[in-house]
């Protein structure tokens, strides 16, 4: 947490620095003399968050500051799991969005240098919110009651539950055998089910399908991602289980159960 503070203070200083009207003279450099290629939006379905992807040519500290109009209103940091600091593969998430909206962004970073960059001030466009014909997640705020393992406390089953994109369940190396047990809370009657995959810059934790258990009832494999698979199913306790994946510490951003009943 004092990390992520720390980063957040650091960024909130650069943003100052660019309504001041700094300049590269002043020691800020243009994030293009870093960067690989130009960032990549990848936008999520709900139009309710999007993860900014870049990989910088040397080992930085990256965020991305974003809002509807100036001076943003919004930050988001890049998270590294092991918390050694500056990496070449970046993907904060923005979280927050409404659907069908068009934002501005500006992603800033730092090197061990001390140096900092600053890209130009760009926009992207959030699509419009699906039409809901799979029905509500229920699964948001159910009661986590039994896990296959948890990396760190930062990291912990509940991410998975709490309807942040922000914030991820991983498992300290479960692969294959990671598993998340919730309780909804009441018996509902299920129209889909989804599973959100936490994966790692290097490709392994990536989780490519998974299975459902609702009271004792298995349902199965589906594909992981963003995307709900349908399915008609009536029970309270779910238990998600990784079908197969590239291994490591699997674990998910979100598990999802549907319904037009319930939560």
Known sequence: MRRRLLIVVLFGLALVGCSTGQSEDDGIGDFSEIAESDPVIELDPSGTAATLRVTTILDAVCAVAYGVDGPFGSIATDQDM??????????????????????????????????????????????????GSIGANVAVGAEVTDVSSEFSSEFAAVNAVDGDLATEWSSRGDGDDAFITIDLGEIVDGTAVGFRTRTMT???????????????????????????????????????????????????????????TGG
């Open 82 to 131: 092991g918390g050694g600091g500056g990496h070449s593969d970046h993907r904060p998430v923005m979280t927050g969005l409404l659907p069908g909206t068009t934002y501005q962004y500006r992603l800033q970073g730092v090197a061990a240098d001390g140096k900092m960059y600053r890209s130009e001030v760009m926009t992207f466009t959030t699509p419009t919110a699906a039409t």
């Open 202 to 260: 290097n490709g392994s934790a990536t989780t490519e399908t998974f299975t459902v258990e609702v009271d004792g009832t298995q349902f199965g494999p589906f594909p992981a991602g963003n995307k709900p698979s349908e399915v008609t199913f009536r029970g309270r306790v779910l238990t998600y289980r990784v079908d197969s994946s590239s291994g490591g510490n699997t674990g998910a951003i979100e598990v999802e159960a549907y319904s037009h």
